[in-house]
């Protein structure tokens, strides 16, 4: 029993030994593990500080080549460097990004088409696009004064649009955004100004474009409100307008002619204007009218027809259309331009004095070639 006892005792004690060994064991290899994973983690955390403190890819110089890129409406700086980065102009957004945050002209940025080259650094990259060269457009000034067929030459031969694209959408008025007072006609309402085009421009954006230029200005010089108070249509004064541009070659005297059509207008003569028989014949080579011209049957010739003509006969500009809602007090019922080069324009009250200053223009007109 002794023995045995013994013998029990001894391979007892064995067992015991390696339960610790074993455990030994697995606390260093959890040490180990641990250690591994805080080098490693170590490792990473620098490289990833490494990352964060480094300056982001960027291309240097000026770039060479050429690609076109375009800004859309309503795009941010990320945007804008992630356009740049797709198209082989940036090495990366930040490097666009960085630069565009330290410069507060960046959010002048326009939407459009500028003209990049390949491999640039972003800060020439950013320099590039705040350069008003850079953009990719054309620009097409319309005149004050001109007709509807007159804009669209105009705008033909200013840009790539065509005459047959532009007369297309011409004829589908609805879709152009027209104020309701213009009755679906586009005759005084393609607004006179300077307009940029750029690629991918189609003929109803542009004249749609025109339209909302109009609309900005008959806000401007509150249209509807001010028509109101003055007894008139919205529309009805922009025909005033209209003729008005044709008439007047100074901006101070708007509001003066603008005075004598409405004291026609309200003591019933007609008014007389050359400018509408123009329009109602086409011609437009010299400024007075001849008998044969004055005889045309039409409504828009006011030596024939009293009161204004159905529609407006040109696109008034924002001058004029603010000087046919405010007009000049005075009783001047007659106007001519005794001067085509300054534009001197000379106002009578009564028939004898207006003829005397035909007279001046008759003079005028013997030692110029302007008549």
Avoid at 50 to 70: R, S, Y
Avoid at 161 to 175: F, G, H, S
């Amino acid at each position: 029993m002794t023995d045995d006892d013994g013998s029990l005792a001894r391979h007892r004690g064995r067992r015991r030994g390696r339960r610790r060994n074993t455990g030994c064991i697995a606390v260093f290899l959890s040490l180990a593990i641990l250690v591994g994973v805080g080098v490693f983690a170590v490792v990473q955390g620098r490289v990833w500080l490494e990352n964060l403190l480094a300056p982001p890819a960027d291309f240097q110089g000026g770039g060479h080549g050429k690609v076109e890129i375009e800004v859309k409406d309503g795009d941010t700086a990320v945007d804008i460097g992630e356009t740049l980065v797709r198209d082989g102009v940036v090495a990366s957004v930040e490097a666009f990004t960085d630069e565009a945050r330290d410069e507060p002209e960046a959010r002048l940025i326009q939407a459009g088409f500028y003209d990049m080259k390949l491999e640039m650094s972003g800060k020439s990259a950013l320099k590039r696009m705040l350069n008003p060269d850079s953009r990719v457009s054309t620009t097409v000034t319309i005149p004050e004064g001109l007709t509807v067929d007159q804009t669209l030459r105009t705008v033909v031969d200013g840009t790539a649009l065509t005459m047959e694209d532009l007369r297309a959408v011409i004829r589908k008025p609805p879709q152009l955004g027209l104020p309701g007072y213009a009755k679906g006609r586009h005759e005084g309402y393609l607004f006179p100004a300077t307009y940029e085009v750029t690629p991918g421009t189609d003929a109803k954006a542009m004249l749609t474009t025109m339209v909302d230029r109009f609309k900005q200005a008959a806000k401007s010089v509150r249209l509807e409100r001010q028509a109101a108070r003055g007894g008139i249509s919205p529309a009805q004064a922009v025909i005033v307008a209209s003729i008005l541009e044709r008439e007047v070659n100074r901006a101070r005297d708007l509001p003066k002619a603008a005075r004598v059509i409405y004291n026609r207008l309200n003591s019933g003569q007609r008014l007389q204007m050359d400018s509408t028989v123009h329009y109602a014949i086409g011609e437009y080579d010299s400024v007075a009218t001849t008998a044969e011209q004055r005889r045309v049957d039409s409504r828009y010739n006011t030596y024939r027809y009293a009161g204004l003509p159905p529609g407006p006969i040109s696109a008034p500009g924002e001058k004029a259309l603010d000087a046919a809602l405010n007009p000049a007090d005075g009783e001047w019922r007659y106007f001519v331009t005794v001067n085509l080069e300054t534009g001197e324009t000379r106002f009578a009250s009564t028939d004898r004095q207006h003829q005397r200053n035909v007279r001046v223009y008759q003079r005028y007109c013997q030692r110029s070639d302007l008549c």
